[in-house]
C-alpha cells in the first residue's frame, strides 16, 4: 500500500488549504485514517484521525474547530480540510492509513499507523 499526499502549498494568515491523499492498493472504506505534521527538529504531531467504523474523529488541540478530516464517498481519497491557517500551521503534513481497529486513545499516535504518505509542505506567512 503506498499513499500519496497533495495539496500542500504556501498561503497567509487566515486562508484555507484542501490536502488530498489517496492510496493505491487499497481504499479507504476500512481503516483508521489520519494527519500528522512535522516541523524539522520537532516530533512527528498528531492533527486528525478518522475512524472508518465508528465515524469518530479526532483532532489535536491546535487543530481543533478550525481543521476537518474527511473521507469521499467513494472511500478512494481522504481529505484534510483546513481553515484559518496560522504561521504555526506551517509543517510537513502527512497522511497515514491503519489497517486495524484500535482503540480511540490510540488512534493519535504515529506508531500505531501502518502506511505513510510522503508528505506535502505547507507554508503559512503572517
Known amino acids: 500500500v503506498q499513499l500519496q499526499a497533495s495539496g500542500g502549498g504556501m498561503v497567509q494568515a487566515g486562508d484555507s488549504l484542501r490536502l488530498s491523499c489517496t492510496a493505491s492498493g487499497r481504499s479507504f472504506s476500512s481503516g483508521i485514517m489520519g494527519w500528522f505534521r512535522q516541523v524539522p527538529g520537532k516530533e512527528r504531531e498528531f492533527v486528525a484521525s478518522?475512524?472508518?467504523?465508528?465515524?469518530?474523529?479526532g483532532y489535536g488541540d491546535s487543530v481543533k474547530g478550525r481543521f476537518i478530516i474527511s473521507r469521499d464517498n467513494a472511500k478512494t481519497t481522504m481529505y484534510l480540510q483546513m481553515n484559518r491557517l496560522k504561521p504555526e500551521d506551517t509543517a510537513v503534513y502527512y497522511c497515514?492509513?491503519?489497517?486495524?481497529?484500535?482503540?480511540?486513545?490510540?488512534?493519535?499516535?504515529?506508531?500505531?499507523?501502518?502506511?505513510w504518505g510522503q508528505g506535502t509542505q505547507v507554508t503559512v506567512s503572517s
Open positions: 478518522l475512524d472508518s467504523w465508528t465515524k469518530r474523529t
Open positions: 497515514a492509513l491503519r489497517d486495524g481497529r484500535i482503540i480511540a486513545s490510540a488512534q493519535d499516535r504515529a506508531g500505531s499507523f501502518d502506511y
